[in-house]
């Protein structure tokens, strides 16, 4: 079983919708990032938390360390979020999770 | 700032040849990783280094392959002998305080075929 466990694998969605991609991982940690990865193959990291919630514009990370569980939400979807989305958590070293591919239709 | 700069961007080998792939960090980023990704495996951590010492090398795959910071501002991958299996991007990222504290930056990666 993967330490990292991210649903759904591939998601579809029209322009304006809410999204939300889910990360669980089964190990202790201290720290969880959700990345991005454009088409192009570029890697940008959103968000890095250990507690609570972040937003950064359209953008909102969630994270209960009880449940060992994280959300990433996006309001307002729009084709330019088109992209697969990484969780990856830092017990000692990162370890990532298989990723989330996201599809925005106009 | 220009980021973390990865060259070359696209590397052909044939198999049994030496990679050597390079890595420029962000000036006053301390923390320093190499990341391979393939199809199969997704994302892996390969190394990282902390004031140019290496501290974690457990996902280095094997003796084949070797990593190295010279100095604070330069890093270097490298691959000998080079194997198909070894194509995949590979990505160098940096940070100022660890991952565990804070974010990082990637450069934009370095796509090697070996064939």
């Known amino acids: 079983k993967n330490e990292v466990e991210q649903s759904p694998q591939n998601l579809t969605a029209q322009e304006g919708e809410f999204i939300t991609i889910n990360c669980s991982y089964s190990v202790g940690i201290s720290a969880l990032h959700w990345l991005q990865q454009h088409p192009g193959g570029g890697i940008v990291s959103l968000f890095m938390l250990s507690s609570g919630k972040k937003k950064h514009g359209r953008l909102i990370a969630t994270i209960n360390i009880q449940e060992k569980h994280s959300s990433l939400h996006i309001t307002a979807s729009h084709p330019r979020d088109s992209a697969v989305y990484i969780c990856?958590?830092?017990?000692?070293?990162?370890?990532f999770g298989t990723g989330t591919r996201l599809q925005v239709f106009p | 700032d220009a980021g973390v700069i990865q060259s070359p961007r696209h590397e052909v080998t044939e198999m049994g040849q030496e990679v050597t792939l390079r890595c420029k960090p962000i000036?006053?980023?301390?923390?320093l990783f190499w990341y391979r990704q393939t199809m199969m495996r997704g994302l892996e951590l390969l190394i990282y280094f902390n004031n140019n010492v290496p501290i974690d090398d457990s996902g280095m795959p094997e003796d084949r392959f070797s990593a190295k910071m010279p100095n604070a501002s330069f890093s270097t991958l490298k691959i000998q002998p080079s194997e198909p299996r070894d194509s995949a991007v590979y990505f160098c990222?940096?940070?100022?305080?660890?991952?565990?504290?804070?974010?990082?930056?990637f450069g934009s990666g370095t796509r090697l075929t070996v064939v």
């Open positions: 000036s006053g980023h301390d923390y």
């Open positions: 990856a958590v830092f017990p000692d070293k990162l370890i």
């Open positions: 990222a940096s940070s100022p305080q660890g991952p565990a504290n804070y974010g990082y930056t």
